[in-house]
């Protein structure tokens, strides 16, 4: 039966998703492209990608529902440009009224969402679910989230036009579909289109993600569309390595002022996209047209990661706290009809800011615990500088050089970090990979007192080089008494970008560059007796692809060169890492439960 714009199927009780015969040949409007739409009725759900490629730790908790409990509806909602994108519905049983609804977007199969969609049955919402297009059920030619604005808008337009709909709309996003979430607000006309949004662990910028310090994040991207089965897409993101116009539909920097509605934040220290989601949170909180005051952020310790060598007590009771929070944020702003102004006075106590302040984790040090503010305290930068002794000390040292090779064939391995698909993510031993060669390692006296960092950790690297281009990797460590090297946090910076991501400028052999690595974010405390380690190098292999050090476009070389680097010390060269220091009485443990329970309180006087 066709209603409206959709191929509509209801079924009550039972929960079935139905694959259509119908093809519908209409153009694409994906990213330029127009193409014979086609249905992937065939593709199996796959349960091994789905469980790699979702951080499950920061799901909707399970609710009890069944069928029984929500009407299911199937449809195949039509895009401006013809296409028919897969949507299902639930709709709340025995209750004579209005839903607010709340949308959920994936490339991994809309039924995988189920669990999330009967936890909003739950609270009272209706739940729409969408694939991608290209994606399982859904007609057109996947384009990643290259069509998520539009394709996000028309869907919100139709959930607001259905008898069911209250006209509010709220968005909610693990990962991928949390991009979709964030890009839902590029190609909003006016403010109510979208009234809230809960956000997990995602990027509203996908050119610095996938580009980070102009390396191509080789395992995250390359993996994340082998596991789609989706590989013919790379060349589209491989060929456009410089930050263009063809990025523009899926960056909202530059754009924060069309946001209108607020959103939770929930991040991670060790989070492939934590970086992109810090400035997301401060776009929506200080750019955007509505949602100041009512922004809230979280960064727990781990995010798409659960590894690393660091035990995190009570590292999960933030994201429960951002739960309770995004709850009542929709509540609020749903039943209660309570404005944008009224829901801000009633969230005035419940801090904007949460974060995890991470530690070594042994027996008696200090860190691995919570703490809030209205914002992240304001750091002293303190430098610490490399010597050619290898050691880092709070002066510039004298004059001095220190030289390795890189040979793209025998990069350093990647051990631990901000990965995806990786074996190893998190903190780990770095001991093993500083034996090598082509490591620098420069280290600190053994810390007489604790030293705090919260915010923006940098590095300038002073380079030279024999070859045209090249990479410089930083890691910084924090080393036990035992000798334990930790990663804290890593960076890179592919040279011939560094200044310039629009343009690439190729280095004169011999001539000294002052390279600037953002190594992200983190909030850690070394502890005393522990010392502060700088790890410098030019590769960090599968985590970015290895530079073949020709100054060529990424994968169109035909050889590779050994580059032999120079890192110089001094005062006119000081090479060195800015840490952003804090006191230790800016980072006051908070009890995460108890801000929960604030939470759910206030939620229940709504």
């Given at each position: 039966m066709r209603v409206s714009n959709t191929f509509t199927l209801t079924l009550v009780v039972t929960a079935v998703l139905v694959c259509y015969d119908q093809g519908v040949a209409a153009k694409n409007g994906g990213h330029g492209q127009q193409v014979e739409s086609k249905r992937f009725t065939t593709m199996d759900f796959n349960r091994t990608a789905y469980d790699r490629l979702m951080p499950h730790h920061l799901r909707s908790p399970p609710t009890g529902l069944n069928s029984s409990n929500y009407i299911t509806e199937v449809h195949d909602l039509e895009m401006g440009d013809g296409v028919h994108l897969h949507t299902i519905v639930f709709i709340p049983i025995g209750v004579n009224k209005k839903y607010g609804a709340v949308l959920m977007r994936t490339p991994y199969n809309a039924k995988g969402l189920k669990g999330e969609g009967e936890y909003y049955i739950k609270e009272g919402f209706v739940a729409v679910m969408q694939d991608f297009?290209?994606?399982?059920?859904?007609?057109?030619?996947f384009q990643c989230w290259f069509d998520a604005a539009s394709d996000g808008k028309t869907t919100i337009d139709w959930i607001k036009k259905q008898s069911w709909s209250n006209g509010a709309v709220f968005s909610h996003g693990v990962s991928a579909n949390g991009i979709a979430a964030y890009l839902e607000e590029m190609d909003v006309p006016q403010p109510g289109t979208l009234r809230a949004q809960y956000v997990i662990v995602a990027t509203a910028e996908f050119h610095r993600t996938i580009y980070q310090g102009?390396?191509?994040?080789?395992s995250l991207y390359h993996g994340w569309l082998d596991e789609l089965g989706e590989e013919a897409f790379e060349q589209n993101i491989t060929s456009h390595e410089a930050l263009s116009a063809y990025y523009d539909p899926v960056s909202m920097t530059n754009k924060w002022n069309r946001v209108t509605a607020p959103a939770v934040h929930l991040s991670g220290w060790y989070d492939i996209f934590n970086a992109?989601?810090?400035?997301?949170?401060?776009g929506y909180q200080t750019q955007s047209a509505i949602g100041k005051g009512l922004n809230f952020l979280f960064v727990a310790p781990t995010g798409h990661c659960v590894g690393g060598q660091v035990p995190w007590p009570n590292g999960a009771d933030g994201i429960a706290t951002s739960l309770a929070v995004a709850l009542t944020l929709f509540k609020g702003l749903d039943e209660s009809g309570l404005t944008e102004v009224a829901m801000a006075e009633k969230l005035r106590g419940i801090p904007a800011v949460n974060w995890y302040v991470m530690g070594?984790?042994?027996?008696?040090?200090k860190g691995n615990y919570w703490t809030s503010g209205q914002d992240f305290p304001s750091p002293t930068p303190t430098s610490l500088y490399l010597t050619q002794l290898g050691n880092l000390t709070s002066v510039p040292p004298a004059p001095g050089q220190l030289s390795f090779d890189y040979n793209p064939l025998n990069p350093v391995p990647t051990l631990g970090g901000n990965n995806l698909l990786l074996p190893k993510c998190g903190p780990w031993?770095?001991?093993?990979?500083e034996q090598r060669d082509d490591v620098l390692s420069f280290t600190s006296q053994p810390l007489t007192s604790e030293i705090a960092i919260t915010g923006d950790m940098q590095a300038v690297i002073y380079l030279s080089s024999n070859c045209t281009d090249t990479d410089v990797t930083v890691k910084i460590l924090d080393v036990y008494p035992n000798g334990t090297a930790m990663m804290v946090q890593d960076g890179i910076a592919r040279v011939r970008w560094n200044n310039d991501s629009t343009t690439p400028h190729l280095m004169t052999p011999g001539q000294?560059?002052?390279?600037?690595?953002?190594?992200?974010s983190t909030s850690y405390i070394f502890n005393?007796?522990?010392?502060?380690r700088v790890d410098v190098s030019s590769s960090n292999f599968p985590r970015f692809n290895a530079n073949p050090n020709t100054g060529d476009a990424i994968y169109t070389n035909t050889t590779v060169n050994v580059?032999?680097?120079?890192i110089h010390m001094g005062t006119t060269v000081a090479s060195k890492i800015i840490l952003p220091v804090v006191s230790l009485d800016d980072l006051p443990p908070v009890d995460m439960t108890a801000l929960k329970r604030k939470v759910d309180a206030l939620r229940n006087t709504l």
């Open positions: 297009r290209g994606r399982y059920a859904s007609f057109g030619t102009g390396a191509y994040r080789h992109q989601q810090l400035d997301a949170y401060y070594p984790g042994t027996p008696g040090s031993d770095q001991s093993v990979l000294i560059y002052a390279v600037k690595v953002d190594v992200w005393t007796n522990h010392s502060i580059a032999r680097n120079t």
